[in-house]
């Protein structure tokens, strides 16, 4: 007996497509380690951290909401979508899996002019590229693919990823706030077990995110040369 996953058109299977996805690129405890380091001693550090997840889920949902449709607007098919998203997730995640501390390296130099800097750096570069760069932002476009074509279902597709998202931003507000205690509990070692883990996790949603575009093309091409 198999069991078949619940199914995109309603809100807690779409929330369990996009929440592990988001959450493994994202990387809010692995994030925090480098957030910690690069705001000690400034004293707005807990208003930045929750400033910092407000710009994340405005950038998460801005992604999630509109960038299928953006891409299809260019005359890019449901499909052929859905094959470069899963691509582009997969070969993410791959990098995650195998190379967590060049990723870390990257969003370290990130982050860097932080360190420096006395203004306001929630938004640039402690959002974007740190926290959700150009890497989140493919992974949600990915993630927008999976809509379905048309009817209800599209709607609570959308209430589903949405919710994933804002509990994404919520926990990067949490870890970052208390950056500290994730630094006390996980270390450096630990946050990379857990990046490994989340990135195996993210290979999976890109594989079936490539599968279910190949589901939607190949019918449409055996056809065509029939």
């Not at 809010?28 to 380091?37: I, K, M, R, V, Y």
């Not at 205690?181 to 490539?210: E, H, K, N, P, W």
Request: charged share 10%.
């Amino acid at each position: 007996m198999t069991l078949d996953p619940l199914p995109l058109n309603t809100v807690v299977g779409a929330f369990l497509l996009a929440f592990p996805a988001l959450f493994s690129i994202v990387n809010p405890l692995g994030a925090a380690l480098t957030f910690h380091q690069v705001t000690e001693g400034r004293g707005d550090r807990h208003a930045l951290a929750w400033r910092i997840a407000v710009y994340a889920l405005f950038i998460l949902l801005g992604s999630l909401l509109l960038g299928s449709y953006i891409l299809g607007f260019f005359g890019v098919s449901l499909g052929a979508l859905r094959v470069a998203g899963g691509l582009v997730v997969a070969i993410r995640a791959w990098s995650l899996l195998m190379d967590p501390e060049v990723q870390e390296d990257r969003k370290a130099n990130a982050a860097a002019p932080a360190e420096k800097a006395h203004d306001d750096v929630a938004f640039f570069p402690l959002t974007m590229p740190f926290t959700t760069g150009p890497g989140a932002i493919s992974v949600a476009i990915a993630l927008s693919s999976q809509r379905p074509a048309e009817g209800h279902g599209v709607l609570t597709f959308f209430i589903g990823v949405s919710l994933a998202a804002v509990l994404v931003a919520l926990m990067v507000g949490v870890f970052y706030r208390w950056s500290s205690v994730v630094l006390s509990m996980l270390g450096r070692s630990g946050a990379r077990v857990l990046s490994r883990l989340v990135a195996f996790l993210l290979l999976c949603v890109g594989v079936q995110i490539i599968s279910s575009g190949l589901e939607s093309l190949v019918p449409t091409y055996l056809k065509a040369a029939t």
